[in-house]
Nanobody, 114 residues
């Protein structure tokens, strides 16, 4: 069955970098629209970035210029590299895969605080 497992989230200080991973199983990520979302405490879930099957990437304005999304087909894994992190980036980060429907991982917590 389809499974998405995020990792890499932890406590960092403002200005630091972080790379999140999303390991997929049960399907090939090359054949899916892969996205990252996040949900901060008390706020709605929001789009962060996506990478299409054709390797087109799109970023939310809030992370544009400071984030990179990539995919390793051999490892069936997607990544989100975030640089110059700000406290407002504190959230649970989720990866999603759109295949026949949308599948979600359980999330990984990112906390940006001094």
């Amino acid at each position: 069955q389809v499974q998405l497992v995020e990792s890499g989230g932890h406590l960092v200080q403002p200005g630091e970098s972080l790379r999140l991973s999303c390991v997929a199983s049960g399907f090939t990520i090359r054949r899916a629209l892969m996205r990252w979302y996040r949900q901060a405490p008390g706020k709605a879930r929001e789009f962060v970035a996506l990478i299409s099957r054709a390797d087109t990437t799109v970023f939310a304005d809030s992370v544009k210029g400071r984030a990179t999304i990539s995919r390793d087909d051999d490892k069936n894994t997607m990544y989100l590299q975030m640089n110059s992190l700000k406290p407002e980036a504190t959230a649970v980060y989720y990866c999603t895969a759109k295949i026949t429907s949308d599948f979600w991982g359980q999330g990984t917590q990112v906390t940006v605080s001094s």
